[in-house]
């Protein structure tokens, strides 16, 4: 369990949670290994979980056009725990990596229980929304 809560530590969506917010996460979280060129997330799909990329790397493809590259820390496909939306992107694995996979579905009891998970989400979304906004309006 240890583990899970360091690797959870170093994301920018679980990094302000305390010890108790952290476990309850840590418990609905499974590592798995993942082969280089595997498609995590196509784009237009239902995403049903959620990663965080431990080791290794993935790129993010619109319209087959790479967009960017996550590395380390990165967690992908968050807002698919908000919404049933389908993805924007096409997320692939760039070289063997290790994963920690949040099934959705495991997901929304705990932030239901816990308030504090999903602030701490909504405030790292809207990080990245402001940062991507950026990028677009300079």
Do not use: C, N
């Amino acid at each position: 369990m240890d583990d899970k809560l360091e690797a959870l530590k170093q994301t920018s969506i679980f990094s302000a949670l305390d010890e108790k917010h952290l476990q309850a996460v840590a418990k609905i979280t499974d590592r798995v290994h993942v082969k280089e060129g595997r498609i995590l997330i196509y784009e237009g799909q239902v995403v049903t979980h959620m990663y965080m990329i431990i080791e290794g790397s993935a790129s993010v493809k619109l319209d087959d056009k790479v967009v960017a590259t996550l590395g380390e820390g990165a967690v992908i496909g968050e807002l698919a725990m908000v919404d049933d939306a389908p993805s924007s992107a096409t997320v692939t694995i760039e070289e063997e990596s290790t994963v920690w996979l949040i099934p959705r579905a495991g997901f929304l009891p705990v932030w239901e229980d816990y308030p504090e998970i999903s602030h701490a989400m909504l405030k790292a979304v809207v990080a990245r929304l402001r940062e991507a906004d950026k990028m677009l309006h300079g």
